[in-house]
């Protein structure tokens, strides 16, 4: 990896000058100050802000990538990637994307400072960060992605059965009689590239049914987009009888709109959700969920990272596991099938 040296040689300036650029930018001419940023930026410099720490080895510091840290999923899977990092010998240090690419760089920029041995990282949405990423690999960091990967994705990852899990939640309301079906958000390869999304109108014409035009909306993994969502999806003429939450943060804000609004379920709107989160067995009547398997994922997680840094050779894994269903009272035939077998 380049150093402030190379920097320095590069743009034919003293490495105590180049240093200067990066401490006390002021103190240097216009002219000497571009031609250090000009070599900076060609080399793709990152300044080491623990160099003194890592001069006897390998650096015991990891660094996870949440998509949101006020997600109960993430901070379940940080706890016991944390644990098993420690039972390893590794420290921890958390960040979060907001699930942007973008907003990733800067973070993973962050990492690389406090040079890290690794990256556990929920990729967020876009391109930008690849190449960067790529950068940091090459340069010897270790790469796990989890609960997300983008198309082609060369690391490895441990992954929900995102495809299977939606099918099975489309299907066991269609078993119960329901044709009108809403997923809260709707496929968009930039802003909203989630398999759930992606899987869900596959999944209804499977069966021979269609999403309307008016169910379909692009929108955020996020408890107000959700809430919002479900109050413009309710005032629909002819509204869904059951929505599907992306995750358990979405289903608050869906349940947040319906109990506004006084509506009673199941009986007059099903709910089911991704995410066993603890509030989904304690409302009345308590929520159907698709159980993601947090611990287990953050295990195989940190054990494929340890493989990596291990040394050896490896080919990418990409590990997959299957979502539970959990039924509990909020879902039910809707209102108009069982006025019909009355």
């Not at 003293?14 to 006390?24: C, G, V």
């Not at 999403?211 to 993994?221: C, D, F, G, H, K």
Request: glycine residues 6%; charged residues 20%.
């Amino acid at each position: 990896m380049p150093t402030i040296q190379d920097v320095a040689r590069l743009a034919g300036v003293s490495p105590t000058t180049a240093k200067r650029a990066l401490r006390d930018p002021d103190k240097l001419t216009p002219d000497t100050l571009a031609r250090v940023q000009l070599a900076i930026d060609q080399l793709h410099y990152e300044p080491d802000q623990r160099a003194g720490s890592l001069r006897g080895g390998q650096s015991s510091t990891i660094g996870l990538i949440l998509a949101s840290i006020l997600e109960p999923f993430f901070a379940q899977f940080a706890r016991t990637a944390a644990h098993a990092l420690a039972d390893a010998g590794y420290t921890l240090i958390i960040s979060e994307n907001e699930y942007s690419a973008q907003r990733e760089i800067e973070e993973l920029r962050r990492l690389y400072g406090q040079r890290v041995a690794g990256i556990m990282l929920r990729p967020g949405y876009g391109p930008q960060s690849r190449d960067y990423l790529a950068r940091l690999a090459a340069r010897g960091v270790a790469v796990v992605e989890y609960d997300y990967v983008h198309l082609h994705s060369p690391y490895p990852s441990v992954m929900l059965d995102n495809r299977g899990a939606m099918v099975q939640a489309v299907q066991y309301l269609h078993g119960l009689g329901h044709r009108d079906i809403a997923a809260l958000g709707t496929y968009h390869p930039v802003i909203h590239p989630e398999e759930r999304s992606r899987t869900f109108p596959e999944a209804m014409n499977d069966l021979g049914l269609t999403v309307p035009t008016e169910y379909q909306r692009v929108t955020l993994l996020t408890e107000e987009s959700a809430y919002v969502l479900t109050h413009e999806l309710l005032s629909l003429p002819r509204p869904p009888s059951a929505l599907i939450a992306l995750t358990g943060t979405q289903a608050i804000g869906a349940y947040r709109a319906i109990r506004e609004r006084g509506l009673r379920i199941p009986e007059a709107l099903s709910l089911i959700t991704f995410d066993n989160y603890p509030w989904t067995a304690l409302v009345d009547p308590p929520i159907t969920v698709l159980e993601q398997p947090a611990e287990a994922m953050a295990t195989a997680t940190v054990r494929q990272l340890l493989t990596q840094l291990g040394g050896a050779a490896v080919t990418p894994v990409h590990e997959v596991f299957p979502a539970r269903l959990i039924e509990r009272g909020s879902c039910a035939a809707p209102a108009a099938t069982l006025l019909s077998r009355a």
